[in-house]
């Protein structure tokens, strides 16, 4: 068994899925709408692992809090830790407020937030080369 997707619910589906398309590169593949909320599924030229945003229509516009029970961050990992570095260079760039890369040697991890401040993180482990 692996992850196939995560879901997270986000207070303005467009800008929202506009901004993990453009970063992560992702593709539209699926949008759903109900009068309950509306969804779109993002995923990875190959689709093995898919990103949901979910706007709830109604929804309670409060920022993201990891300290409340539920998501405490979601991850992404990147092939090397040259990689992590061009990641933190990219996010630079863009304007996107990150921690600096934390490096324990093994592993290393850049944390950020998205635009509704859910917590997010790249990082590399060298098992992975």
Request: negative net charge; proline residues 5%.
């Amino acid at each position: 068994m692996r992850p196939r997707h995560v879901a997270l619910t986000v207070r303005n589906l467009e800008e929202s899925a506009r901004w993990y398309r453009e970063l992560f590169d992702l593709d539209e593949v699926r949008r759903e709408e109900s009068p309950q909320r509306r969804a779109v599924v993002l995923a990875a030229p190959g689709g093995a692992m898919q990103v949901g945003l979910v706007q709830h229509v109604g929804g309670r516009d409060q920022a993201f809090d990891p300290t409340v029970v539920g998501l405490d961050h979601a991850a992404w990992s990147v092939a090397t830790r040259e990689d992590l570095d061009r990641w933190q260079e990219l996010l630079e760039a863009r304007g996107i407020v990150h921690s600096p890369i934390a490096d324990f040697g093994v592993i290393a991890i850049l944390n950020l937030e998205d635009p509704d401040g859910i917590a997010l993180a790249l990082f590399w482990d060298d098992a992975a080369e």
